[in-house]
């Protein structure tokens, strides 16, 4: 059974720091393009980052380029989003992706 599970989220004050992992099972990662979303309250699902099936590709949103790293360890069957400097606009269920499958998300909030 094809599983994806973040972990991670939590209450951050702007300007910090919050390392989003997701866990796959019943599929290999290292076989996908691996994907994280984003969805903030009351808006559409948002795109924020991808990494090649061999993680030596990754691409981001403009609005997090330099802020947020993406990567993987295939090893482990694990994606990561490790995310700096975070804004309260960044507030967010975070959902990691294979294209086929997503998980449940994780809840980001950015506050004071």
């Known amino acids: 059974q094809v599983q994806l599970v973040e972990s991670g989220g939590g209450l951050v004050q702007p300007g910090g720091s919050l390392r989003l992992s997701c866990a796959a099972s019943?599929?290999?990662?290292?076989?996908?393009?691996m994907r994280w979303f984003r969805q903030a309250p009351g808006k559409g699902l948002e795109w924020v980052s991808d990494?090649?099936?061999?993680?030596?590709?990754?691409y981001y949103a403009d609005s997090v380029k330099g802020r947020f790293t993406i990567f993987r360890d295939n090893a482990k069957n694990m994606l990561y989003l490790q995310m700096n400097s975070l804004k309260p606009e960044e507030t967010a269920v975070y959902y990691c992706?294979?294209?086929?499958?997503r998980g449940q998300g994780t809840q980001v909030i950015v506050s004071s």
């Open positions: 992706t294979n294209d086929q499958n």
């Open positions: 019943g599929f290999t990662v290292s076989r996908y393009i």
């Open positions: 990494i090649s099936s061999d993680g030596f590709r990754t």
